[in-house]
């Protein structure tokens, strides 16, 4: 028990794994026998999930909105690799360093202009998630890239590399692993737009539509139902992310302090 509050102990996982399970137990008892008045009960939320898996269709506009996630992430990637990656370019740097900035921009002021430039509502969608996904990808994979130091590059170098050589086996190759952790990061940010898009664009649901109705009728114990599977949905993409590291790239957890 004491490695649970020593610094950077690293306790066995069955001891950590409990843990974690008690301290969940302690909050959904706490929440099933002392709600707060602000939030619906643990049976009120636990009714409105299974109404709305019933008659609602939560899991299809669940899928309806991941579908249309896992397209807009995938675009956004390929998009934000190449701008970063053209950095080594110094023609390109200021391409790089504008889009990073402009992820300031509101979107509600987008979308505007999204949809006078693609034909459907479903284009749309897409384009606002992949511009607000790039943007901030294009951040973080920027940043990765100026990690990389003098010495690694140096080394490459010695090895009788070219400069495309040494850029594409340091740079490229060898930081794929911290380029699927800024993906990682990152794909929050589209979740936490896509009820703004599916907001505007309804014809085809997605289960920001149905959070939307929910609120709209201060159905609150279905929004808090609405939240919480979005929030489970989260996690799980999340594990699957570092899984993914994990098998790929099983090397990067040698860079982690114990």
């Known amino acids: 028990m004491k490695s649970l509050f020593a610094p950077n102990a690293q306790p066995a996982r069955l001891v950590f794994t409990t843990m974690v399970i008690g301290q969940a137990a302690i909050l959904l008892l706490l929440w099933l026998f002392y709600p707060m008045q602000l939030f619906p009960s643990l049976g009120e939320v636990v009714r409105s999930l299974g109404d709305l898996i019933t008659s609602q269709g939560l899991i299809q506009e669940l899928w309806a909105s991941m579908t249309t996630a896992l397209q807009a992430l995938a675009v956004a ?68 890239i100026l990690t990389t130091t003098q010495e690694e590059m140096d080394h490459a170098r010695t090895l009788g590399m070219s400069e495309w050589r040494s850029f ?15 993906v990682r990061q990152n794909f929050a940010i589209i979740w936490t737009m896509i009820t703004l898009v599916e907001t505007l664009y309804q014809s085809e649901g997605g289960i920001g539509l149905l959070l939307y109705k929910q609120n709209r009728y201060l159905h609150l114990d279905g929004v808090l139902a609405i939240q919480l599977v979005i929030l489970a949905t989260g996690a799980v993409q999340d594990y699957v992310f570092v899984l993914l590291r994990r098998v790929f790239f099983p090397y990067s957890a040698l860079a982690t302090s114990r």
Do not use: C, N
Not at 110 to 121: D, E, H, I, N, R
Not at 168 to 181: P, Q, S, T
């Open 168 to 182: 594409y086996e340091v740079v490229v190759l060898g930081k794929l692993d911290e380029m699927l952790e800024v």
């Open 77 to 144: 990637t390929v998009l934000a690799l190449l701008i970063s990656y053209l950095t080594a370019l110094p023609f390109f740097r200021p391409i790089a360093y504008a889009a990073s900035k402009m992820r300031y921009l509101t979107l509600t002021g987008l979308t505007f202009f999204m949809a006078l430039m693609v034909s459907s509502g479903h284009q749309v969608k897409l384009s606002v998630l992949i511009f607000g996904a790039t943007v901030y990808l294009v951040t973080g994979m920027t940043s990765v």
